[in-house]
């Protein structure tokens, strides 16, 4: 078996992520770009570098026993651990982070602040971004598995610095958080069956 690539993977955010006015406002500026991105969807996913999900774990139920096993056999008192009632979506932080490259006059990071706006707003009634797709490829580049983070909320963008003393491009970073109520995974071969 080959070592994983940590670079086998795709992830973009929904096509409607950004609402039309958003996208409206940096229209004229995306289209001066020489690269053949036509909409802001496009330019926020194109800058993904990463995707970070929280470690899944659980802490465990100590009972003390009395003695007595379940089949009232006489044995040494202790503690035995059990899992917890809890359901699986409560294993982890149901958090995802994407990592964003931070573009020229940091349009990315303005174009997703907006958003974050926008979605925050009285007049937006939908509570839920549409659903964030994560794939994962094999070492041949075949799709191996989907991951599909429901009902999203978009929950955080890191802080941006402006400094008079960083006068070089730099490659730079910032992130942005959404929470999940649900996640499934899927192979290609459900997906097929589902499809059909």
Same mark, same amino acid.
């Given at each position: 078996m080959l070592s994983n690539r940590n670079d086998l993977f795709r992830i973009d955010l929904? #096509?409607?992520?950004?609402p039309e006015d958003v996208s409206n406002k940096y229209k004229d500026y995306i289209k001066r770009l020489p690269l053949q991105i036509t909409s802001a969807i496009?330019?926020?996913?194109? @800058? #993904?570098?990463s995707l970070t999900i929280p470690?899944? @774990?659980f802490e465990p139920v100590e009972q003390w026993s009395s003695g007595l096993d379940n089949m009232k056999t006489p044995k040494k008192g202790g503690s035995r651990f059990y899992r917890p009632a809890v359901n699986v979506s409560g294993l982890s932080e149901r958090k995802i982070t994407l990592t964003l490259q931070l573009l020229d006059g940091c349009i990315n990071y303005w174009i997703l602040l907006d958003t974050f706006f926008k979605y925050y707003s009285h007049e937006n009634a939908n509570p839920f971004v549409q659903d964030i797709i994560h794939t994962i490829f094999d070492s041949e580049g075949n799709n191996l598995i989907k991951i599909i983070y429901k009902d999203c909320v978009f929950t955080g963008l890191s802080e941006l610095t402006s400094s008079y003393a960083e006068t070089m491009p730099d490659f730079k970073t910032f992130t942005i958080d959404f929470t999940f109520n649900t996640f499934e995974t899927k192979t290609i071969e459900e997906l097929q069956t589902f499809i059909k």
């Amino acid at each position: 078996m080959l070592s994983n690539r940590n670079d086998l993977f795709r992830i973009d955010l929904p #096509i409607h992520f950004i609402p039309e006015d958003v996208s409206n406002k940096y229209k004229d500026y995306i289209k001066r770009l020489p690269l053949q991105i036509t909409s802001a969807i496009d330019l926020v996913n194109y @800058s #993904i570098q990463s995707l970070t999900i929280p470690a899944f @774990s659980f802490e465990p139920v100590e009972q003390w026993s009395s003695g007595l096993d379940n089949m009232k056999t006489p044995k040494k008192g202790g503690s035995r651990f059990y899992r917890p009632a809890v359901n699986v979506s409560g294993l982890s932080e149901r958090k995802i982070t994407l990592t964003l490259q931070l573009l020229d006059g940091c349009i990315n990071y303005w174009i997703l602040l907006d958003t974050f706006f926008k979605y925050y707003s009285h007049e937006n009634a939908n509570p839920f971004v549409q659903d964030i797709i994560h794939t994962i490829f094999d070492s041949e580049g075949n799709n191996l598995i989907k991951i599909i983070y429901k009902d999203c909320v978009f929950t955080g963008l890191s802080e941006l610095t402006s400094s008079y003393a960083e006068t070089m491009p730099d490659f730079k970073t910032f992130t942005i958080d959404f929470t999940f109520n649900t996640f499934e995974t899927k192979t290609i071969e459900e997906l097929q069956t589902f499809i059909k």
